[in-house]
């Protein structure tokens, strides 16, 4: 039985805690504090723990969490993470607690970022800071267009995949999705309802990809209506490119 809970950390950091009946493993612990606190009150042993990328808020409990597992820390090749134990590339296969995961590598966020994709019980996505409920990550290292072929990437996958991304940034980005495309209905019913879940305190991660596609305009730069009702932004005599409408609108919400 597959269960998925998470630990938070520093404000908006989720530290996905996944669980089988073979174990427990952590992914991105940013801080040692909180998961120790927690492994204490749930008394439970960390067998594995996985790693999307280098930032220090997702790697900052490494040090100390290292010597308490009982497995391996396993993450992307990157010479800015130490203590990994297992280094992993773009379509190789990882086991933890009876689950398998596949590995994508999807630079942009970071050049070493990568996500972990599993279909052994259920579709799951971690995907740390790449994809957010209705947005995506700065573009802090890789180009615009390798962030957009890296999203392209996880759009490929199954659209009942539940995604598992890093921060509770949703609210926020529903706002900035909201000037995109005022006119989207789904966006603006899912809008209201992250609302309620906030103001309850209710995490609204995960999310799916099915929903995504629907409401997340970094993954509809592509689609006609998204393009349609910013054309009075840009010069829609030009025939822009995906990359190009990609980097528009990650600029913009940079800007704000
Ligand atoms: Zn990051």
């Given at each position: 039985?597959?269960?998925?809970?998470?630990?938070?950390?520093?404000?908006?950091?989720?530290?996905?805690?996944?669980?089988?009946?073979?174990?427990?493993?952590?992914?991105?612990?940013?801080?040692?504090?909180?998961?120790?606190?927690?492994?204490?009150?749930?008394?439970?042993?960390?067998?594995?723990?996985?790693?999307?990328?280098?930032?220090?808020?997702?790697?900052?409990?490494?040090?100390?969490?290292?010597?308490?597992?009982?497995?391996?820390?396993?993450?992307?090749?990157?010479?800015?993470?130490?203590?990994?134990?297992?280094?992993?590339?773009?379509?190789?296969?990882?086991?933890?607690?009876?689950?398998?995961?596949?590995?994508?590598?999807?630079?942009?966020?970071?050049?070493?970022?990568?996500?972990?994709?599993?279909?052994?019980?259920?579709?799951v996505l971690f995907c740390g800071?790449?994809?957010?409920?209705?947005?995506?990550?700065?573009?802090?290292?890789?180009?615009?267009?390798?962030?957009?072929?890296?999203?392209?990437?996880?759009?490929?996958?199954?659209?009942?995949?539940?995604?598992?991304?890093?921060?509770?940034?949703?609210?926020?980005?529903?706002?900035?999705?909201?000037?995109?495309?005022?006119?989207?209905?789904?966006?603006?019913?899912?809008?209201?309802?992250?609302?309620?879940?906030?103001?309850?305190?209710?995490?609204?991660?995960?999310?799916?990809?099915?929903?995504?596609?629907?409401?997340?305009?970094?993954?509809?730069?592509?689609?006609?209506?998204?393009?349609?009702?910013?054309?009075?932004?840009?010069?829609?005599?030009?025939?822009?490119?995906?990359?190009?409408?990609?980097?528009?609108?990650?600029?913009?919400?940079?800007?704000?």
């Open positions: 039985m597959l269960k998925i809970s998470y630990i938070q950390a520093y404000s908006d950091n989720y530290i996905w805690l996944i669980q089988t009946n073979e174990g427990n493993t952590l992914v991105d612990p940013g801080d040692a504090g909180p998961v120790l606190d927690f492994i204490q009150k749930e008394e439970i042993e960390i067998n594995d723990i996985l790693i999307t990328h280098h930032h220090f808020d997702h790697v900052g409990g490494l040090k100390t969490l290292k010597s308490l597992i009982k497995g391996s820390i396993i993450g992307p090749e990157s010479k800015n993470i130490n203590d990994l134990d297992y280094k992993v590339k773009d379509g190789e296969t990882i086991n933890t607690i009876g689950l398998e995961f596949s590995v994508i590598e999807i630079p942009g966020h970071t050049l070493d970022h990568i996500a972990f994709f599993s279909n052994t019980e259920k579709e800071d790449t994809i957010f409920s209705g947005g995506c990550g700065r573009v802090f290292e890789g180009t615009f267009e390798q962030m957009n072929n890296s999203i392209n990437i996880l759009c490929r996958l199954p659209k009942s995949t539940e995604i598992y991304c890093a921060h509770e940034y949703t609210l926020s980005n529903l706002i900035f999705a909201k000037q995109v495309e005022p006119e989207n209905d789904e966006l603006n019913h899912y809008y209201d309802e992250v609302i309620m879940m906030r103001e309850n305190d209710i995490s609204s991660i995960p999310t799916t990809l099915n929903r995504e596609l629907q409401i997340n305009p970094f993954l509809r730069v592509s689609n006609a209506s998204l393009r349609e009702s910013i054309s009075d932004k840009l010069n829609d005599s030009v025939q822009l490119s995906d990359t190009e409408i990609f980097k528009f609108l990650r600029t913009w919400k940079d800007s704000l």
